[in-house]
């Protein structure tokens, strides 16, 4: 079965500071991608990163650079300098390669930024 | 570039009554669509996947009769909540995919407010 996890349902960072957030997934398959996205309070899903698998470097998107660890299924978010904006839920999800880019989500992180 | 609209962002109907969503692709043709609902609080649910010109994939648990999705064009889907009864009040999101050189990823509209009285 394929699966993605977050196990921290709620964090909170200082303006400025990082955060990281945690994300695992279960998958048999070699080739797939991942995805961080943010879903604010006004609930538009925005694309905040994407990684392909076979890639070995990191994604990066500004402030916002994932730990990629292929053999640990680990797939971790991290944000530099935290913004009030960044307030959101953050969603990891899973895609197999050519499979229809059916996408599996995990539960979510609520993220809070304290001013 | 890859935006996606979807319209109304609110509705309020009565119980019984039909409504339908639509879902566009402004700058990209889409050759999959996706709907979802979510819950409060919640991640999201697939209901349904569409290619177009071809009938919709539902998942399991999903009513096809309930729910009928149309994706008539590359730049568009529909979701008619047919009958329409108050636990399905939700919010439902759609997607798209097929952006060239990201085909894998989706790109998702703003969403719709149901609220059925």
């Known amino acids: 079965a394929q699966t993605v996890t977050q196990s921290q349902p709620e964090m909170s960072v200082q303006e400025a500071e990082t955060v990281t957030l945690s994300c695992t997934y279960d998958t048999s398959e070699s080739d797939y991608y991942l995805f961080w996205y943010k879903q604010p309070p006004s609930r538009q899903m925005i694309l905040v990163i994407r990684q392909e698998a076979y890639k070995q470097q990191n994604a990066t998107e500004n402030r916002f650079s994932v730990n990629f660890q292929k053999a640990a299924k680990s797939f971790s978010l991290k944000i530099s300098d935290s913004q009030l904006g960044d307030a959101a839920m953050y969603f990891c999800?899973?895609?197999?390669?050519?499979?229809?880019?059916?996408?599996?989500f995990g539960t979510g992180t609520s993220l809070t930024v304290i001013p | 570039g890859a935006v996606v609209s979807q319209h109304p962002s609110w509705v309020i109907c009565k119980s019984g009554t039909s409504v339908k969503i639509e879902c566009r692709s402004l700058?990209?043709?889409?050759?999959?669509m996706f709907w979802y609902r979510q819950f409060p609080k919640q991640s999201l649910m697939l209901m349904a996947t569409s290619n177009e010109g071809s009938k919709a994939t539902y998942e399991q648990g999903v009513e096809k009769d309930k729910f009928l999705i149309n994706h008539a064009s590359l730049t568009l889907s529909t979701l008619t909540v047919t009958s329409a009864h108050p636990e399905d009040s939700s919010f439902y999101i759609c997607?798209?995919?097929?952006?060239?050189?990201?085909?894998?990823?989706?790109?998702f509209g703003p969403g719709t407010r149901l609220l059925v009285l």
């Open positions: 999800a899973y895609t197999p390669r050519g499979t229809g880019n059916q996408f599996y």
């Open positions: 700058d990209f043709q889409a050759t999959t």
């Open positions: 997607s798209a995919s097929g952006v060239a050189a990201r085909q894998e990823t989706q790109y």
